[in-house]
């Protein structure tokens, strides 16, 4: 079975502290990603990396940054929270060798509250 | 333009009937892939189905079938038989052969499953 995990399912945090979220995948997948999940909005893509020390900018990376050291280790930095990241974020990742049919599979999530 | 769109914010089924989740998708790669993901209020995305654009038969998995119908751009979820465990959020998502392993999800519809 995959397993991905997160390090926290709720934080709390205040305006323009650095935040981390971590995510751990085990089994070997090359791919991971960074989601936020707003009502009404559904999954957006903050950032994905396809190799340990590269990324690539998803569809909202604004406020964002992240770090892949391992390869099963990714990343995702707030370096100044604001109160509109106040979201749930979910952590995927992928076996990045079957194209198209690549399935993602997901943590639990985070959910972060900024005050 | 939205890629993934889900018309249907919630829906209700009889404990025990099939059930229809709508989806319609936009894209004018000629390949591309099609999932089902279902989140209950735990958080965790759960991979459900996946359907290509070139596979000549509707995909089925246990309880779960997808109704692919590729002239009219649309990948519904069927559900038969629906149990109590089914109540949760069911979200549609697509990748493209050029989207570099992405996926692109709809907003979402809330299935409540009735007694």
């Known amino acids: 079975d995959v397993k991905v995990t997160q390090s926290s399912r709720y934080l709390v945090k205040r305006t323009g502290e650095k935040v981390f979220l971590e995510c751990v995948q085990d089994m070997d997948h090359e791919n991971m990603f960074w989601y936020r999940q707003d009502p009404g909005l559904g999954l957006r893509l903050i950032y994905f990396?396809?190799?340990?020390?590269?990324?690539e900018k998803g569809d909202i990376p604004e406020g964002y940054s992240v770090s892949r050291e391992k390869k099963e280790r990714f990343s995702l930095i707030l370096e100044s929270a604001s109160t509109n990241q106040t979201s749930m974020y979910l952590c995927a990742s992928s076996f990045g060798t079957s194209g198209m049919k690549d399935t993602q599979y997901f943590g639990p999530g985070t959910r972060l509250t900024v005050l | 333009a939205q890629k993934i769109t889900q018309t249907q914010p919630g829906m209700f089924v009889q404990e025990k009937e099939a059930v229809t989740l709508d989806c319609t998708y936009d894209?004018?790669?000629?390949?591309?892939?099609l999932f089902w993901y279902k989140q209950p209020s735990s958080g965790e995305m759960i991979f459900l189905i996946y359907?290509?654009?070139?596979?000549?038969q509707n995909a089925t998995e246990g309880r779960y079938s997808l109704n692919f119908q590729k002239a009219r751009k649309s990948a519904n979820l069927v559900i038969s038989a629906s149990q109590l465990g089914d109540s949760a959020m069911y979200f549609c998502a697509m990748s493209e052969i050029t989207g570099a392993n992405n996926l692109f999800f709809g907003t979402g519809t809330r299935l409540t499953v009735i007694p």
């Open positions: 894209t004018s790669d000629p390949s591309y892939g």
């Open positions: 359907q290509g654009s070139y596979d000549q």
């Open positions: 990396s396809y190799d340990v020390k590269m990324k």
